[in-house]
């Protein structure tokens, strides 16, 4: 019996990553058979209609057609050819009529173009489209279609005069035109602007551009689409390091003359498709290029979902550090803004979070100038302090306080200017806005910038809204990553386009699982092995996630979208009504508490997603989930 599961894959961080044709076990790779939609349509395979057309004159929209000409080859055989003159509803200019010999009485009882283009339409069907300056005869075309009420098929479209220009150089032929090239190229057929001898003379020239082409690496229908493009010969060489590639979601990796990792990238669609475009126009970084001139080989990493492939690309990303990846490189160099644990707390920039009794952390911040901002702001809201060294619970004698107690803005604790008691008063302000709710943060900042703007020191004031946006943004990514990093495991579950459902299995901020299962299986039972299956993962030390920083956020980003069911949680997924996530950019977050402190603020239900850090009841996010309706029933 046919199994209806498409996949079952967990994700494991030390997986090998095979290169192609790879055979578990064997010394070295296999031989692969590539299947048809594997390497695209081969160019010998390909029905060409080539096609001429004579006008009036040269804009479609003034002009008619008085002769079509077209020759349908495959694998350089003619297969049939097509030939009218056509009554273009009016004369024919005499410079026309001398240059194509076509004269105003050869028209007289030609069929019109709307007798004539359905039959040239049915004679063209499923094929591709080729002409000598086809934005010429092909707007022609396209117009009289316009006209006429036919719906235009939509062709692949070749030009020959853009193909020529790419593999001929003007030291072989002053120009690019039809009469040149088919001299150049011993066209069996002289052209003479009749419709029918010049698609035959452009057969033999398309013939020959496609036996240049062919060294370039353009050898099926797909390569013709990039083959005008500017692209080096040596890149486009390349383009064969996608053959073979599958056209599914998952990661690829660029690898060298020494094996080594190049480059790791994602798609989560096609790879094939993906890995193509490297090798085309449209990629424009020069670092980019120069690494594809470099590798070798392109090792492909099919994933079961779209998810699981921008979490294996961070993962692979850590762990080789490509020289030409510039992001997620270095995760454990990410830093975070901590609130130690001592007799008299103070704030600093760490690079990890530890396991510290009433400790305190937001983050991870992207720069170390970021983390530096956002400790600024903390120290700009609250009275606490900034020296560096760890105080005695009882005040040395003979100390002196720093400036900052002259000022205000230190209770001085080093001198006994404030005791224990009154010190952990600020200090848990302190930990609240990092936990909680930032608006002493909000509030402070909103006035500096008031002060500022009032003076007209607006570039100090962009210096204080740089370091509230720092300060928010490290404060809610902490808090949204820190209750899921708590739970110990969600399962969650997302219908797929096909009708199918996506599961993901997270442990503790880290996808420990994923699958797919089709429409007509029940995912019950594919959610119990992946349960059974999946990667065990340690707790850590929240707010950090057991995983890299950006993956925790795909993780979430996930979690969040509109669709997908929770099925189960194991553990608190909770957060109280007021917290930095409401608004992270600084003009939205201080334009609300602004209107918070008038009194326009309404209180909202709590919605249980994230634990509390002010003493708010959470509730638990498995049982809120279980009643709603929709939800997919628990598995445990």
């Not at 001929?168 to 419709?195: C, I, Q, S, Y």
């Not at 082409?213 to 996608?242: F, I, M, N, S």
């Not at 997270?506 to 007509?520: E, M, N, P, S």
Request: net charge neutral.
């Amino acid at each position: 019996m046919r199994s209806s599961l498409h996949r079952l894959r967990p994700v494991w961080v030390g997986d090998p990553v095979p290169g192609p044709g790879a055979t578990p076990g064997a010394g070295g790779p296999a031989p692969v058979q590539l299947a048809l939609d594997e390497i695209g349509t081969p160019l010998s395979e390909v029905t060409f209609v080539v096609v001429d057309l004579e006008t009036t004159g040269g804009t479609p929209a003034e002009c008619g057609i008085t002769e079509i000409g077209a020759v349908k080859v495959r694998g350089g055989e003619v297969l049939g050819e097509f030939q009218t003159l056509v009554d273009p509803g009016g004369p024919v200019p005499p410079f026309i009529q001398v240059l194509t010999g076509i004269t105003s009485s050869m028209l007289v009882g030609a069929p019109p173009v709307e007798e004539v283009l359905p039959s040239f339409l049915e004679f063209a069907r499923g094929s591709v489209l080729v002409a000598h300056n086809a934005p010429f005869d092909v707007g022609f075309l396209r117009a009289a279609a316009a006209r006429t009420g036919h719906p235009w098929p939509g062709y692949r479209v070749v030009d020959t005069v853009r193909l020529a220009r790419r593999v001929v150089t003007r030291d072989e032929a002053p120009n690019h035109k039809l009469g040149t090239l088919a001299a150049l190229f011993g066209a069996r057929v002289t052209p003479n602007h009749r419709a029918l001898e010049d698609a035959r003379a452009t057969v033999d020239v398309l013939h020959a551009l496609l036996g240049r082409l062919g060294p370039l690496g353009v050898t099926h229908l797909e390569d013709l689409a990039t083959a005008t493009d500017p692209v080096p010969q040596e890149v486009r060489r390349k383009r064969t390091l996608a053959d073979g590639l599958p056209d599914a979601p998952g990661v690829y990796l660029f690898r060298g003359p020494n094996e080594e990792v190049l480059y790791v990238g994602t798609s989560t669609t096609s790879l094939r498709t993906r890995v193509r475009s490297y090798f085309t126009s449209s990629e424009k970084r020069g670092r980019i290029q120069e690494m594809v001139r470099i590798a070798e080989r392109v090792d492909p990493v099919v994933c079961a979902t779209p998810l699981e492939a921008r979490v294996r690309e961070l993962r692979l990303i850590a762990e080789h550090s490509p020289r030409y990846n510039r992001r997620s490189r270095f995760p454990e160099r990410m830093p975070w803004v901590r609130l130690t644990s001592e007799p008299y707390p103070r704030l600093s920039v760490v690079r990890e979070v530890r396991d510290e009794p009433g400790a305190a952390y937001i983050g991870p911040f992207g720069s170390q100038s970021s983390a530096q901002l956002a400790l600024e702001a903390l120290h700009e809201s609250f009275p606490v302090r900034q020296c560096t060294r760890r105080l005695p619970l009882v005040a040395t004698p003979g100390t002196s306080a720093c400036a900052l107690a002259d000022m205000g803005r230190c209770g001085a604790p080093c001198v006994g200017g404030q005791d224990a008691t009154g010190y952990a008063a600020v200090t848990d302000r302190v930990r609240s806005a990092m936990l909680g709710d930032p608006a002493p943060v909000v509030g402070a900042h909103a006035e500096r910038i008031d002060a500022l703007v009032a003076q007209q020191r607006y570039e100090e004031a962009a210096t204080v809204r740089d370091r509230l946006g720092a300060f928010l943004r490290g404060a809610a990514r902490a808090q949204r990553v820190g209750p899921v990093a708590r739970c110990a495991e969600v399962v969650a579950a997302r219908r797929s386009d096909d009708g199918g459902w996506e599961i993901v299995l997270v442990r503790h901020g880290r996808l420990a699982a994923t699958a797919r299962v089709d429409r007509a299986t029940d995912p019950r039972p594919t959610i119990a092995t992946l349960r059974a299956t999946a990667e065990h993962v340690p707790a850590p030390v929240p707010p950090a996630a057991a995983a890299h920083p950006e993956e925790a956020d795909l993780v979430l980003d996930w979690l969040e979208r509109p669709g997908v069911r929770i099925v189960d949680v194991v553990g608190v997924w909770a957060l109280p009504v007021r917290t930095a996530l409401g608004d992270v950019e600084p003009a939205a977050a201080i334009a609300a508490h602004a209107a918070a402190v008038a009194g326009h603020d309404v209180a909202s239900a709590e919605v249980a997603l994230r634990p509390s850090a002010d003493g708010t009841t959470p509730v638990d996010l498995a049982r809120a989930v279980a009643d709603a309706p929709g939800v997919m029933p628990r598995t445990a």
